[in-house]
């Protein structure tokens, strides 16, 4: 009865992906509205993945030689105006700040959408010479972009992010830059996160305002449709010229920098629950579960005086050995309303201890992806606990990976690309004649764009456009996408 | 020549303790001007004490139960004009955001100067049953507030806090917590960054603009001015009446929440400067110190070959042993250059290595705050290291609560108050008859107020009020501060 509940309050995946998502979102409690147009209020559960992202996240960002500053929240109008391709990009989008307290301002104050320009001022008060490069800086902030269609996580009006920002002295340090970390990103995303991505680099039509070139990372949902995870931008010296960051190189020479930007954001938690989720509810990825380990004992009899202790001291040991682990100890709930309640919560790893467990020294242990049960001694209970979840965490990466292969096609001519659009969604590799126009003929007429276009390129031959049938100037990825 | 430089570009501390503040921060690179009005850039090494004081206080806040969030940037101007004492404590501060993009909002939204509205708000669609209190939500954020006169991390526009927000069942359990989380910063603040405070209630003149009472830790800086490092307060149910935070309690009657909340705030990097920086610059606690320990090559003779290998191997086993350390190699600068410019910067301990400390398997030891110098054996440095870091943490302590204790003076009569303070500045403790007339006119009149009502008190004879003279109703720390 208690499950019954819990999927009247949830619509089925099948029946409906995108209620489902903000169903899932509301009754697991990962956010909720705010009552302010596009906002969301990030609760603890949702920013407990948060917390998450960043300590594994930060810890690659630095090993990579970057360090943490902090940069203003405001950018004045006119910082914005210097660079007009980037302010044509982003001011349909910007929050601005009039007044402050009782005052008008005399020059309008963006909210930040991101932070190139102001860190290109500061950037050129900071650099002087060769020896004060690279500059590899990032920052864990908010930002403000005023969109007119919101979904929690996917795209809120304020949301978290980090944004890197680095200067170098050649053109070829920022391109390896720029490489490094949207390799950083695949890596993370793939093995935290246990999401498969495809990356390379986007078109020009769909580039950062202001840089170079964009390469990103782009996973597919369990929808078939893509979401971009992640951007590195090559920014060359776009900001360099506008903000006048000029070094004496190594002949004594004043050249401009060479500057990237790259970021993540919690869109990165709608991807968790649109990759991982089932009919069932969320499934999380050990590595970045708030909860890895559920101890549910089974209320029965004197429960409170055999299996309640027991529970306790499986929770402490776990807890000591460094699990997130929680023990549901609540007496208003069955232990079958919350074997439901925390699937849903997509926690990875489930204990029972009942009487007969705690009788025979044991607990029963089941896996929120695949319901596998077995039971596991409580002495050294920790390493078996480490092994499921490190299971668990291979398994859904699998599965993923398995969904992208299944839903990645290719199409040899429009007719083809149409149909797999309309039929199954899903990545469609195809050859493309590099032209915008075909670009956007294809999005008008299937709205599919080009994700990426792959790193490593194939030898191109004859190879013609899926759309104009002319020649093929490069293989892309194409998807329908969030 | 080198040292002679340094001393050219701080002011020295007892010739102007607030140019020296400044040049410090400039010239330690913990902060820059940002080019709008009051802002600031937290660079580098400033952002990492930022980053250990979260670690080191988010710590203690999730060991209290507490669990992070993250609140809306924005909030609607109604929201703060329900409540309004809230709002006339706010209002000549806040940033006001008026348009999206290009049309303007039909309401303003306030950029928050703290959260009470919002989540206010969202706690009463969150709690309906006594089962849902205690809440104990903490955010780490940015916050605006339009500050007339600003000073780096004392005093500016943005900041960067941790805002904890509860709500409880019963009058009593906020005022728990309320009490509690005092404590907290107490220790984590006389622990963490060595710098003793003094604690107790606010007057109702000082209280939070919505609180029924606030508390506060309060830090002598080395000026002899005083600092509020923290506050925690009692909000009562003024924000519960105002938002309907309601819930049934365990007699199925409904009943508003009482809530509490508490924040500190980037001003705290600002005490670590204030309270333990001389005319040689920054000193830092161990515990939250960027650096803890830089190691110098003495660049003589062949040391690239002889010293530098060993140097790194000591960076490699120290970084590996846990500790923040860097090795500064460069060869533009001189061993003297370089250890003025650490001392500078605040760094707790350098270790030189010369080649005949190779020979010798030594290194050379100073402390940056005693300038105590020893030589240590290579073999088993970690150990020795943190020995001596953990003696500087408490020497650093220790020499900042003998400051306090010598500037702490008690004042019979109100002829003596003025003295001290014209004189000495320093805390003064003295009786109050409780009135806000003599509140006022002791600032008016020395520009002290009162920092806090100890929570021990005395028990009352015939005191008197060292403004008024007529009856004493508590014993108060007075102070000139920041």
């Known amino acids: 009865m208690s499950e019954e509940r819990l999927v009247t309050q949830i619509t089925p995946k099948s029946e409906d992906f995108s209620r489902w998502y903000l169903d899932l979102i509301r009754r697991a409690e990962l956010a909720d509205y705010a009552p302010m147009k596009g906002m969301m209020v990030i609760r603890p559960y949702g920013y407990a993945i948060w917390e ?37 990009g982003f001011a349909p989008e910007v929050a601005w700040v009039t ?24 950037y050129s008060k900071w650099i002087q010479s060769w020896r004060d490069l690279p500059i590899l800086i990032n920052q864990w902030a908010n930002v403000v972009r005023w969109e007119k269609v919101t979904r929690p996580f996917l795209r809120t009006t304020e ?5 890197g920002h680095t ?29 498969p991505v495809v990356h390379g680099r986007k078109t020009d039509r769909e580039k950062f305002a202001g840089a170079e070139a964009t390469y990103a990372i782009e996973a597919l949902m369990s929808d078939g449709k893509a979401l971009q995870m992640g951007t590195s931008h090559n920014l060359g010296q776009h900001f360099a010229r506008v903000f006048d960051i000029k070094f004496e190189d190594r002949n004594q020479k004043l050249q401009y920098v ?38 549910v004992p089974i209320s029965i ?71 596998e049960k077995i039971s596991l001694d409580i002495s ?20 993923a990976l398995d969904f992208q292969r299944e839903n990645t096609r290719e199409a040899g001519n429009y007719e083809e690309f149409k149909k797999i659009i309309e039929d199954r969604r899903g990545f469609i590799k195809a050859f493309w004649c ?49």
């Open 167 to 195: 200067a170098h002295e050649t053109r070829e340090e920022a391109q390896e830059e720029t490489l490094r970390i949207l390799e950083m990103y695949r890596e993370f995303v793939e093995s935290e996160l246990a999401i």
């Open 258 to 295: 060479w500057q990237t930007s790259w970021g993540v954001s919690t869109r990165l938690i709608g991807a968790l629950v649109m990759s991982h989720g089932d009919d069932n509810g969320l499934a999380f990825p050990p590595q970045v579960a708030p909860i890895q380990v559920i101890i």
């Open 380 to 399: 050294g209970l920790d390493k078996k606990v480490e092994e499921m979840l490190t299971v668990v965490q291979k398994a859904l990466f699998q599965k």
């Open 52 to 88: 998450n992202i960043q300590r594994l996240l930060d810890r690659r960002i630095k090993a990579l030689g970057h360090v943490n500053a902090y940069f203003p929240l405001f950018i004045p109008e006119s910082f914005l105006r210097k660079e007009m391709e980037h302010l044509k």
């Open 99 to 122: 007044h402050g307290g009782d005052d008008e301002l005399e020059e309008r104050l963006a909210v930040r959408p991101t932070s190139e320009a102001i860190i290109g001022y500061m």
């Open 434 to 482: 590099g032209n915008e126009e075909c670009e956007a003929r294809i999005k008008e007429e299937t709205m599919a764009t080009i994700r990426v276009l792959p790193l490593e390129q194939p030898a191109l031959k004859a190879e013609r456009c899926v759309c104009c049938g002319k020649e093929a100037a490069a293989l892309a990825y194409f998807a329908r996408s969030y």
């Open 301 to 371: 009899g004197n429960w409170k005086e055999t299996v309640l202790p027991v529970a306790n001291q499986v929770k402490d040991a776990l807890g000591r050995a460094g699990f997130r682990v929680h023990l549901d100890d609540r007496t208003e709930h069955t232990p079958g309303w919350k074997f439901a309640e925390w699937e849903m919560r997509g926690v990875p790893l489930r204990l029972e201890i009942g009487p007969r467990d705690v009788q025979k020294n044991q607990a029963i242990a089941v896996r929120r992806d695949s319901k």
């Open 159 to 163: 949301f978290l992010w980090q944004e």
